[in-house]
């Protein structure tokens, strides 16, 4: 019997016909519990839409008598998408196709771990990644996702037009030439001026990378931060909580054979460390010897291959994260003040604390608007309140005019973010045009925002 046949003689079974008939309902009337990635956001739409065509999305944008929330894969940290309106999605926008010499047309809801070999045999690349690939690629740019690079600027600066379905039911194309205003505007958008349908990307030749991975002093790292980002094509760093040690990533374009990364290391090391800090807490001079004693003997790594199996790991470990970006020259002196809030006031924490190099960019609410930036991300793992911890932490970042990952947790509302952002009220003035009945706004949007 196959499988098919054998769940259907089931469905057919007295027993079981009930039970099918009542989650149908539930389904009809009050829809599928919703949450987030790290189980941190919920929320109980009462619809979720999944349009197959621009015309039908824009039928339901202009008939929707309360709020719609457009989803890609649910990873982010902040509450972006709850409503008890509707929810929806892109994912039947899925096509990747080659444009003009090294542009592509993605869909919206095309995922970012399904554009790797596509684009390869489309001899194209993107230049950069973030450290996953789950997301879609209208929701990593909506949030100003980003990997690491001082030359390279976040996902979203390699936008070079978009189409957009306003609440107003419009079907835009957005270019430099083209509604350059609401280009601006919607590159990094939180999903508050309607929903994206496909981006054109700007690509580069496909590539290999060499990967090269090492422990070593924290001290060191602080005087050699900004001469390892300038160095390598890609640099990031971990500081070792509660040890004397970082964690050091480069990655360099090669020619070299491929020689894979294999299975991931790094969730495994998460546990490790959460298991020295179970035994060692109560002893802060023991756990920080052993924690050093034991990272001193991790081996450096190198692998070669592909950028889509270079950029990427896997986060098996779930956590809440809250990451900042702040002006590149101030990097090291805060860096400095988290690590010894960590030391002095968190002795739970045993999330390694990452951080990264993005280059600047000019649309309107990137955070890496106009300034050369680095990145500082702090993670609490998902069991664990991560409030009192990221209190700590959050203060550091504000004389120094941060601005938070649109898709992690901070607690800015508009009136600071307004100080932050040289082109705030320019984007209101284009959402409150394109959504005038502000259909697009949930309780989260509204704060940020600052509408009533
Ligand atoms: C384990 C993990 C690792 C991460 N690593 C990184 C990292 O390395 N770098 C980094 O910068 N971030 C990182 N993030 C954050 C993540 O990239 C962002 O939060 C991203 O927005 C998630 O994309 P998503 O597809 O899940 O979108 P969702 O979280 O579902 O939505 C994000 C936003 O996009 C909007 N949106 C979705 N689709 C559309 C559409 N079609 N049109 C208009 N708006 C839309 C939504 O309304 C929402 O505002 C990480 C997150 C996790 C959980």
């Given at each position: 019997m196959k499988r098919r046949d054998f769940n259907r003689s089931l469905l057919m079974a007295p027993v079981l016909a009930p039970l099918a008939t009542a989650a149908r309902k539930v389904q009809a009337g009050r829809a599928i519990p919703w949450q987030n990635w790290s189980g941190g956001q919920h929320a109980s739409p009462s619809g979720r839409l999944s349009p197959k065509t621009e015309d039908e999305l824009a039928q339901l944008l202009k008939n929707a008598s309360s709020v719609i929330r457009p989803v890609g894969a649910?990873?982010?940290?902040?509450?972006?998408v709850p409503t008890e309106g509707s929810i929806l999605s892109t994912r039947y926008f899925n096509t990747v196709a080659a444009s003009d010499d090294l542009r592509a047309v993605v869909g919206a809801g095309v995922k970012l771990n399904q554009l790797g070999e596509p684009l390869h045999k489309l001899g194209q690349a993107l230049p950069n990644m973030p450290d996953?690939?789950?997301?879609t690629i209208a929701g990593a740019l909506s949030t100003g996702t980003h990997g690491t690079g001082a030359n390279f600027g976040a996902?979203?600066?390699?936008?070079e037009a978009l189409r957009l379905v306003t609440p107003r039911g419009e079907i835009l194309n957005c270019s430099r030439s083209e509604n350059p205003e609401v280009f601006d505007a919607a590159r990094v958008s939180l999903g508050a001026l309607g929903v994206i349908t496909q981006y054109t990307l700007r690509n580069m030749v496909p590539y290999k990378l060499k990967r090269k991975t090492w422990m070593q002093p924290l001290q060191q790292t602080y005087e050699e931060f900004h001469t390892l980002a300038e160095f390598h094509r890609n640099f990031e760093m971990y500081y070792i909580p509660h040890s004397e040690n970082a964690l050091i990533i480069t990655t360099d374009l090669t020619d070299d054979e491929v020689s894979p990364r294999g299975e991931d290391g790094d969730n495994d090391a998460v546990r490790e460390l959460q298991m020295l800090r179970d035994y060692a807490s109560w002893w802060p001079w023991l756990r920080k010897r052993l924690i050093t004693a034991v990272s001193n003997t991790i081996e450096p790594e190198e692998h070669v291959d592909w950028w889509w199996n270079i950029y990427p790991s896997d986060r098996a470990v779930r956590f809440n994260e809250m990451e900042y970006h702040l002006p590149r020259e101030d990097i090291v002196a805060a860096l400095k003040q988290v690590v010894e809030t960590v030391e002095t006031r968190n002795p739970d924490v045993f999330f390694p604390i990452e951080v990264r190099v993005v280059q600047e960019d000019d649309?309107?609410?990137?955070?890496?608007y106009g300034r050369p930036s680095a990145s500082l991300a702090v993670h609490r793992y998902?069991?664990?309140?991560y409030q009192p911890y990221f209190n700590t932490i959050e203060p550091i970042y504000q004389p120094l005019a941060g601005r938070p990952h649109w898709g992690k947790l901070h607690t800015l509302d508009a009136k600071t973010l307004a100080e932050r952002y040289p082109r705030w009220q320019d984007f209101n003035e284009v959402r409150r045009e394109l959504d005038p009945k502000g259909v697009m706004l949930n309780a989260h949007l509204k704060k940020v925002f600052g509408h009533a």
């Open positions: 649910g990873h982010s940290f902040s509450p972006l996953i690939d789950e997301q996902m979203h600066s390699y936008v649309a309107w609410l990137s955070p890496f998902f069991e664990e309140d």
